[in-house]
Every structure is written in structure tokens, then in C-alpha cells.
């Protein structure tokens, strides 16, 4: 199918259908002529001079390169040019472009690449049936399946605050923070139909009816005090089983009370009441202190009393153990002989009582007269003569001294 002339496909057909979509503008009416091929700047080599290109001339040069491979005729090697595809030869080369695309096409929609904090979860003509893990994964082209990815560790958050009864029927202002993510992306798209695709509507919601839940049955001092931590806990407890029930997907991964306060119309008497309280709290403090510190005290004086009572006892139970033996020993000499052991009980006691006096009183048989012998003086007087002795010791040390004698001619005697 040799021919020399130009044949030109209608403005009708696939491919100038395809080259308007693409946008580009073709030139029906210029006709290759030899006079063209002299054109150096025509980078299809040529066409008219200054316009778009020839696709007649495109085709022709497609067709001698694909020739052997479709089984078409190469261009006459005597100075003529071979006619533009025609038949099932010009077909061929629009299928084979045509194929390239689709394969291109069905290799880039059937791979999906999931990152790491994504899940893929996967539609069949509109029904779930898997949902896919990070990586690379392959899935059937559209329409047939559709892959949605979902970040499944993002984590969204949000603030609200709502006034509230108590148990004892008083109102509280309190302030919430609430951290969540999607944890189950297959029921959080397809489970709830959430307002506005958003979920933190339906979430403040279930927020607010869980608060009250708990605050409800708190009282107010336990809620402005020491109870936050232990109302956020139950608080969180308490929306995740809701969301778990109703099959939302969402997990609460945070949730805290971050502010709990009175009316602005009662908070100069609260303010009144928790400076009390603080005031009570710190009396309690230091009656406490004063009790750590004098309960040791007295539990020391206790014990101490009571060693020394112990050793009262045992030293009383010795000393009359003692006196008993004694008097045991006591009475078997006074059997063996009752004068010696009487006169020797005389004078032992005697010596007990004059021991600590300091003036005795001698009655003399063969008299009326008293002797009296003042031996506080006799002491006084030995220890004035004692230290002056001392003191002439030290004056004369080379002085011999005559020892002193005291003589008596007679001595009363003595009745005891």
C-alpha cells in the first residue's frame, strides 16, 4: 500500500479526538511538501514552516519504525514517501498506545503504599472486606475496590466546660480536656454517621452526660478538692464504655479536670469557707506536731518510773531478805549464849544512835552529877590544832617538837 500522496486523517477520528482533549491544535490544511524537508528548525522534520507539526508525516515516521513489527511497508528507497497508516496497520500503533496507558493506569491505582501511622481500610463495589496494614500493598484497580487511609495515630484534642449539680445540691463550673484518636478506622467510618464528618460534636455530648454521671453523686467540697483526679478517671471510664457500645472506633487516650470552681455569684463565701478550712487544717497540723512531741516524752517518764520502781522492789525484796537471814543467824547465837549476843545488840545499837550526835550526857554511878561532853566543840578544837600544826610544820620544817601528852589521873566509867 505504497502512495506518494498525503492522506490525512479526518478531524472525526480517535486520535485527533485525543490530541484536542490533550489541547494541542492540528493543521489540516498544510500539506507536506518537499520544499518542507529543507526546514532545519522543524524538530519532527517536517510540516509547515512555523506551525504544528504534520501528523501525517509523525504517523508515516511511527509507521517505518514499528513497520517489521505490524507487518507494514517501509518508505520507497527511490525518493518516494510511504502514505500514512491505513487499514489495521494504523489501528495497531493507537492500540498499542492506548494498552501502554492502561497498564500504566492499573499498575499505579492497584499499588497502595501505607505509612506507618496509617491503616488502609478497603472497599468491594461499596462493602468492607479488609483493612490493610503498613507497607506495600495491592489491591484490585477502581471501580472495583476502593482504598480509604486513616492516620490512626493522630491524636485530636479538645476543650468544653459546663456547669453541673453536686449530691449536696450546690453548682460547680468545671473545665475538661480531652485527648482522642481513632482506634478501629473500618467502625469509625462506617459504624456512626458523625455530623459534619466531625466527632467532636458527639463527643462533647457524651463529654457533658458522663460529668454530670459522676459529679452527680460528689460533693461539692470532694469535687473542689481532693476528688479531681479520681472524677477524670471515672469520667474517662465512663465515655469509653459509651463509645465501645455504640462501635465509634475511638479510644479516649487522655482526659483531665482542669478546673473545678464555684459561681462567680458564691465564690467570695467559698473563698471564705476554704480559708476556714485551710485554717483548721493547719490548728490540726500543729496539735499533731505537739503530740509527736510530748507523747515520747511521757512514754519515756513511763518507762523510766517503771525501772525505777522495779529496782525499788528488788532492793527492798534483797534488804529484807538480808535482815531476815541475819536475824536467822542472829537468833541461833543468842541460843548458844543469850548474855553475849544481848550486850553485843546493846552496844551495836548504841553506837548506831550516838553516832549521829554531837553532845553526850554521862550519868555516874557514885553521884548526882551529869557529865557532860560537848564533842562538837573537841571536833572543832582537834581541827583548829590540826591545821595550826600543819601550817608550824611548814614554817620550822628543821624544828624538833616535843610530842604532847595527856594524862589522866582518873576516868569516870562509863555505864552502857
Known sequence: MNSTSSMRPSGNGFLPRLIRLAGLKMAWNESGNGKDKDNKNDPWGSGSQGGPPDLDEVARKMREKFGGLLGGNKGGRGGGSAGPPSGPFGIGIYVIVLVAFAVIWLAYDMTHTIQQAERGVVLRFGKYVDTIQPGLNFRLPRPIERVYKIDVKKIYNFTDKASMLTKDENLVEVKFFIQYQIQKPEKFLFEVRWPNKNPQSVLRSIMESSVRDVVGKSTMD???TEGRTSIATQTRDLMQQILDQYDTGLLISELKLEDARP?????????????????????????????????PKARG?????????EAYKAQVIDEAEGDASRFGQLLTEYEKAPEVTRERLYLETVERVLANNRKIMIDVESGNNLMYLPLDQIA????????????????????????????????PEMRR
Open 301 to 309: 517518764k513511763y518507762a523510766r518510773d517503771i525501772a525505777d520502781a
Open 263 to 295: 459561681p462567680e455569684a458564691v465564690k467570695a463565701a467559698f473563698d471564705d469557707a476554704i480559708k476556714a478550712r485551710e485554717d483548721q487544717e493547719r490548728a490540726k497540723n500543729e496539735a499533731e506536731a505537739y503530740s509527736n512531741d510530748i507523747i
Open 222 to 224: 470532694y469535687v473542689l
Open 380 to 411: 572543832t578544837q582537834s581541827a583548829g590544832v590540826a591545821a595550826s600544826r600543819s601550817s608550824t610544820r611548814e614554817q620550822e620544817p628543821t624544828m624538833r617538837r616535843e610530842p604532847t601528852t595527856f594524862r589522866t589521873d582518873s576516868r
